[in-house]
């Protein structure tokens, strides 16, 4: 393999092969030489024409903990806010050296044009485009799940997963859906319909637009961000409203499992889909998700520039 772009481009096999690669990392990690040398020499860019924090921070913590050299590249204050087109920035870069290419891109399908080019021959790795995908949030939060619930197995099979808000506009959520089922878990969406997809009945999900229904039966709450800079129109009548029937809120949480955790990918809009007080609970796992990501992300790097062929090379 030699891009990630998309989830749909990994088996089951080739997903948990990045989980339990970032489990062996985390160990090391967690002793006391954080660094490896596995990338010594290696160039990787991160080239972030949106805004980003946590994806930003995340795959550069990643990149130098296995010794990359790593060039930050943001659209503001870059030739990117002059217009410069995608083809003379990947030119730039692929005269610069570089071995790999994390790229966020407003555009959905803006990293996959990269990887089809001719301008530039290193890996593409898909840090977020459009409302397209963002696979390395789905390893990191398939991560978080099986750390906290897996029975051992390496899959996540039969676990119960409810996606809860902003459906429509939400890479992390197409990104779960499809690596959540593709490694056995069982996943609800839970959204006003005005917040789905066109065509969603055609995923392998169930819909509920009733959070109270959902709620108690689930191992998993995933909380969306709002994506308030996507929205042209107005999707709900109000934040109240808003909150009162799709936030996650005290009484909420009183009615999950005892096991059942919270996720939100961050960054939250707290009040309006999470309270701050849930946010902040002791079943909240939203703070290790962020240093969960710095592991898989040291995977999804050691597996694309220095690892053993995953099972999806033999498929091409
Ligand atoms: C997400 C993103 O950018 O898609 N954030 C992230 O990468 N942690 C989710 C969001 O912005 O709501």
Do not use: C
């Amino acid at each position: 393999m030699r891009h990630l772009l998309s989830i749909s481009d990994l088996s089951a096999h080739d997903a948990i092969v990045i989980l339990d690669t970032a489990a062996e990392l985390e160990r090391v990690s967690d002793g006391q030489v954080k660094k490896l040398p596995t990338l010594r020499g290696r160039t990787i860019v991160n080239l972030f024409a949106e805004d980003s924090t946590r994806t930003r921070i995340s795959f550069e913590a990643a990149a130098k903990r296995l010794s990359a050299d790593v060039i930050n590249f943001s659209a503001k204050g870059s030739s990117i806010s002059k217009g410069e087109s995608l083809k003379d920035t990947a030119m730039t870069l692929q005269a610069m050296g570089a071995d790999a290419v994390v790229i966020r891109h407003s555009a959905s399908g803006a990293p996959q044009r990269l990887a089809d080019s001719q301008w530039m021959t290193g890996s593409v790795i898909n840090a977020g485009d459009g409302t397209h995908e963002h696979p390395s949030q789905a390893l990191l939060d398939a991560f978080t799940i099986r750390k906290h619930l897996g029975k051992g197995g390496s899959n996540l099979a039969g676990i119960k997963v409810a996606i809860v808000g902003d459906v429509l506009h939400s890479r992390v959520a197409r990104s779960n859906v499809l690596l959540l089922t593709l490694l056995g878990a069982h996943v609800t969406l839970v959204a006003p319909p005005t917040l789905l997809p066109v065509g969603v009945e055609s995923w392998p999900v169930n819909i509920s637009y009733n959070f109270d229904d959902v709620v108690a039966g689930v191992d998993v709450v995933m909380m969306l961000r709002v994506q308030q800079e996507r929205m042209s129109d107005l999707f709900f009548p109000n934040a109240r409203e808003y909150s009162r029937y799709f936030g996650l809120n005290l009484q909420r949480l009183a009615k999950m499992q005892p096991h059942a955790i919270i996720m939100h990918p961050g960054p939250m809009n707290r009040g309006l889909e999470i309270a701050a007080e849930v946010a902040d609970s002791a079943r909240s796992v939203i703070v290790e998700q962020v240093a969960n990501g710095v592991s898989v992300r040291m995977a999804i790097l050691y597996v694309l520039l220095a690892g053993a062929p995953l099972e999806s090379e033999s498929k091409l």
